[in-house]
């Protein structure tokens, strides 16, 4: 393609919005891929907090010793915003046009949430000092169970090294 051609293509104004949009579109991709990292990030210490917690807990099982705790997710967790929706008529009595404006409410410079549903729990696995005893993993199947409602068979308990 010469230099014409590109100048020809420029000057098209159809062409010339194209590529406006174009370029807009992927400078919003650009903008939002960021924040989709920072969720994912802000899911993964909320994984690592709420596997700290549980291994503290098993941890003070008698018997159980040290603690370590992985737990596994179907998905990620999936969160509602609230929206704020205003509809309009627009034109003539016998041709009226109804047109709906959806906007997210806003909070703080961020949409408000009004709901945030958790993934299901995949599996557990739980390392312990004192898993050779049967008491003790006895102990620790029925803490993980009754704290992140996973049947037992999705739980596996290992002597620690």
């Known amino acids: 393609m010469s230099k014409e051609d590109l100048v020809k293509l420029v000057k098209n104004k159809n062409n010339l919005i194209l590529i406006v949009i174009l370029i807009i579109g992927i400078a919003f ?23 700290e917690r549980l291994a503290a807990i098993l941890s003070d099982i008698a018997g159980a010793g040290e603690v370590s705790v992985m737990v596994t997710y179907y998905g990620t967790a999936e969160k509602d915003i609230a929206y704020e929706t205003k509809t309009s008529s627009v034109g003539r009595e ?18 408000m949430i ?15 000092e ?13 803490a993980v169970t009754a704290a992140l ?7 596996c308990i290992y002597k620690k090294e």
């Open 114 to 128: 009004v709901r945030e549903v958790y993934p299901e729990v995949k599996g557990v696995i739980v390392t312990a």
């Open 149 to 155: 409602n996973v049947p037992a068979h999705r739980v």
């Open 29 to 51: 991709m650009m903008f939002t891929g960021g924040d989709r990292e920072k969720r994912t990030t802000r899911t993964e210490e909320k994984t690592a907090t709420e596997e």
């Open 130 to 142: 004192g898993a050779d005893s049967a008491y003790v993993r006895q102990a620790i199947s029925e």
């Open 94 to 111: 016998s041709q009226s046009e109804e047109s709906e404006d959806k906007k997210a409410v806003m909070t703080d410079g961020e949409p």
